[in-house]
């Protein structure tokens, strides 16, 4: 690949990302409008953003979200490999999930960061998944995956801190049993977690408007720099 074509690929991914983020913040309301409009949004907040004349691009601070890759690496793990490490990376998308809404929760709210990352940071996660997320207005989440999630939690808590027992042949392979049974179930959860996201922040139309975006962005590439 050319190193322009490269460099394209780099600016439309951070666009995107842009559009997305402005989503998550609620700068953008998606509701039942029309694509067009949605996208037409974006434009004006990019015109304002650009026109100020204090904005400067050094105020855009990318952060990478590695969500796709924990959840890449639990499929392995549980398609192929270990039940408990597959846990482990499951987990680890869920605490990175939860964070993630209650930051753009607390946003939404008029909070600022410097109030809330503290809360969020001390918080253990299932706190954050019940008390917290109850305060906050965010939909209940199910007694089952609450279940799923707190016996998940406790097997990688049991995991990255030693707390490890002598067990009998027969304890070890009930044991080994539940660990599969809790990674088979997972993806369930996450499937659950990714739908609260979707309906709040997009309502319900995540890949409807994000393919909108891209086609919308691939129109505009098309179009010869000198045409009128």
């Given at each position: 690949m050319a190193d322009a074509e490269v460099l394209n690929e780099f600016r439309r991914a951070l666009v995107e990302s842009l559009f997305c983020?402005?989503?998550?913040?609620?700068?953008?309301?998606?509701a039942n409008r029309p694509a067009h409009d949605i996208i037409a949004d974006f434009d004006s907040i990019l015109e304002s953003m650009i026109?100020?004349?204090e904005f400067s691009g050094k105020e855009l601070h990318p952060v990478?979200?590695?969500g796709d890759k924990l959840l890449t690496r639990a499929e392995s793990?549980?398609?192929?490999?270990?039940?408990?490490?597959?846990?482990?990376?499951?987990?680890?998308w869920l605490e990175h999930y939860a964070n993630g809404t209650l930051a753009w929760a607390f946003e939404r709210q008029g909070h600022h960061r410097d109030a809330y990352f503290p809360i969020i940071r001390q918080l253990n996660i299932e706190t954050k998944l019940t008390a917290t997320w109850k305060l906050l207005g965010l939909p209940e989440i199910p007694k089952e995956k609450l279940s799923l999630a707190k016996q998940a939690i406790e097997l990688r808590n049991g995991f990255v801190h030693y707390k490890w027992t002598t067990l009998t042949h027969q304890e070890a392979d009930r044991q080994k049993s539940r660990e599969r049974r809790i990674a088979a179930e997972?993806?369930?959860?996450?499937s659950h977690m990714q739908g609260i996201e979707n309906e709040l922040l997009w309502a319900g139309r995540e890949e409807e408007?994000?393919?909108?975006?891209?086609m919308d962005a691939a129109r505009r590439e098309s179009?010869?720099?000198?045409?009128?």
């Open positions: 983020a402005c989503v998550r913040d609620g700068d953008i309301e998606i026109k100020d004349p990478f979200d590695h793990e549980l398609a192929t490999g270990d039940p408990l490490i597959a846990i482990l990376f499951y987990v680890i997972m993806p369930t959860l996450v408007v994000i393919n909108a975006f891209r179009i010869p720099e000198d045409a009128d």
